[in-house]
Structures are given as structure tokens and as C-alpha cells.
């Protein structure tokens, strides 16, 4: 019985010894230990880019999406596809994509400020009644992108030069001057002018931007008709909202170095006590602006006091 215990403690203090001298043998973690970690860090952050969808009343409007694109084709490719039905789930609520299902994007390029795009035929099975606007919704979205001016659409190689169904002529190269959600107030074939406004709407709690273009025949400087289209409230053919009063005056228009400035009344502040400017009101002339004018900048006065200088030909 002794030897079997002598035996044991023998045992237990030979590891004991072996415990010791394997951590005096090998250094702490603590101590003379440098490690080194090469840190990867992945942008899964989103940017917002404009797309322009159908709403509830088959208007072509402005709305926005995330987009993850880096490059013009593929920001072009990634908005064209939530254009298409059934191709994208990145379609906000209350909005409706307008190109046929099973359309393809054959081809894409890109240069100096030129999108040419070549659909399989499939996108000429578009009822009647939306064909001109499919046309302004593909227009209006790419030249949302920053740097793309013009767009020319292309079906199996062959420029689309006439809509099939209600055939419209469409020039071979497109852009914002065809207009949009077109309406006609006309008395005489001279003295025609184009202007597009941009009236709101609302899908719940959220507002967005519907541009509309209008032929009248009127003279006048084009943001002048804007401005004198805005405060009337309402566009009376749809009930599209205007924020701006019926008593928001322009004041004086000069347009200096690709620069438009507007001066207005004192009318045009919310509350007169904070001078505070609806962020919608902003929009809506800006926007109108930007369409109207081939502008880079657009600074607001209320008398000669600056109130909001904008930089940027879109919403995000």
C-alpha cells in the first residue's frame, strides 16, 4: 500500500516539474508575441439613385433606389433592370415597373455622354397606351446618371425609330427635350413652348416628384411659366400637388456662367420668423430648373439674401 502511494506522488511531481518547465520553456502570450492582423473591410453601403417608375396613376415618376454600381454601364444596366417586370425586387411600394417581362439588354456602351442600348424585341409587347411612356421612363432614368446626356435605343441592332402601336417618330438620339407625361394646351400653332414642371404626390406619409411636360403658347422666359405654373396649387387635369402659395413671386431670373439665379418675394419662406424654405418647395423649382435650363448650378435669393444654392441635377 506505501509503495503504491510513493509511486504516485512520485508521479504526480514528475509532472508537476514537466508543467513547470514547459511554461517557463515557452514564452506568455503576453510577452515577446506580436501578432499581426490584416483587416478587410467590405462596403456593403448603398447609394441611392434616381429611377423613373409608374405610380398608381400612370404617371412616369421619379423615384429612388439603391444601387451598388461603381461604373455608368453597370449603374445603367442595374436601373434598366428595375424597369423590366419580374426582373428586380428593388422596386419601391406604390410603384410599378414598365418594360415587358422577358425583355433582355442585349448590349450596353457608354461614351462621351451617350448611352446606347440594344433590348430584345420582346420590350415591343407593351400595351398601346404605355409605349410613349416606357420610351420617357427609359430616357428620364439614364439620364439621371451623372454624365449621360443622350440615349439611343436599339431593337436586335436596328434603331428604334417608330413605336409600332401608335407610331410616334422618335429621333434616333433621345434625350430630356422629348418630354415627359406630355400634356397640351394649345390655341394656335405658333409661338410654342415646351416647359417641364415638376409637381408632387404622395404614397402614404412619403412624397415623390412627377415631372410633366407642358406645350402652351406662351413667350415668356420658360422658368417664369414654371414658376407662375407652381403657385397655382394643383395642376387642375390630375390634382398633382404644388407646395409653393399662390403669393411666392420671381422677383428677377439671370443666368451667368452655367449658373440660374432666382431671386424671389419674401413669400417664399414656410415661416417668415425662421426663414425656412419647404424642402419641397426646393425640389420642385430646382428640378424644373434643371430640365429647362443646360445649368449646373441653382441659387435661390429671397431678396439679396442667398437661401439655397443647389448642385445637383437629381434627388437621393
Request: glycine letters at 2%.
Amino acid at each position: 500500500m506505501l509503495k503504491k502511494i510513493s509511486i504516485r506522488k512520485i508521479t504526480l511531481t514528475s509532472v508537476a516539474l514537466f508543467t513547470c518547465l514547459l511554461i517557463y520553456l515557452v514564452p506568455s502570450v503576453n510577452e515577446d508575441v506580436h501578432y499581426t492582423e490584416d483587416l478587410e473591410y467590405v462596403d456593403n453601403t448603398n447609394t441611392y439613385s434616381p429611377v423613373f417608375l409608374l405610380d398608381k396613376n400612370s404617371y412616369v415618376a421619379e423615384a429612388s433606389v439603391a444601387t451598388s454600381s461603381e461604373t455608368i454601364t453597370d449603374k445603367a444596366r442595374e436601373l434598366l433592370n428595375v424597369l423590366i417586370i419580374g426582373q428586380s425586387d428593388n422596386v419601391p411600394n406604390g410603384f410599378s415597373p414598365i418594360i415587358p417581362p422577358n425583355t433582355e439588354i442585349l448590349s450596353l456602351s457608354y461614351n462621351n455622354g451617350l448611352i446606347k442600348v440594344d433590348f430584345s424585341s420582346d420590350i415591343l409587347e407593351i400595351d398601346e397606351k404605355l409605349e410613349e411612356k416606357m420610351i420617357e421612363a427609359i430616357v428620364y432614368s439614364l439620364t439621371s446618371i451623372d454624365g449621360v446626356d443622350n440615349v439611343i435605343i436599339y431593337v436586335n441592332g436596328e434603331i428604334l425609330s417608330k413605336l409600332p402601336k401608335t407610331k410616334i417618330n422618335l429621333p434616333s438620339t433621345l434625350n430630356r427635350s422629348f418630354g415627359i407625361n406630355k400634356e397640351f394646351s394649345l390655341t394656335s400653332t405658333k409661338d410654342i413652348t415646351d416647359v417641364t414642371v415638376y409637381y408632387i404626390n404622395q404614397i402614404n406619409d412619403n412624397y415623390y416628384y412627377v415631372p410633366v411636360t407642358k406645350y402652351l403658347n406662351d413667350t415668356r422666359d420658360k422658368i417664369t411659366i414654371v414658376i407662375d405654373e407652381l403657385t397655382t396649387g394643383f395642376n387642375y387635369n390630375s390634382n398633382l400637388m404644388s407646395f409653393l402659395n399662390e403669393d411666392v413671386k420671381l422677383v428677377s431670373s439671370n443666368l451667368t456662367d452655367n449658373t440660374l439665379n432666382l431671386e424671389f418675394n419674401s413669400s417664399i419662406f414656410d415661416d417668415i420668423n425662421t426663414e425656412e424654405v419647404l424642402e419641397e418647395v426646393i425640389y420642385t423649382i430646382c428640378l424644373s430648373a434643371y430640365d429647362n435650363y443646360d445649368i449646373d448650378e441653382v441659387v435661390l435669393y429671397a431678396g439679396d439674401k442667398e437661401i439655397y444654392k443647389s448642385v445637383s441635377k437629381t434627388i437621393e
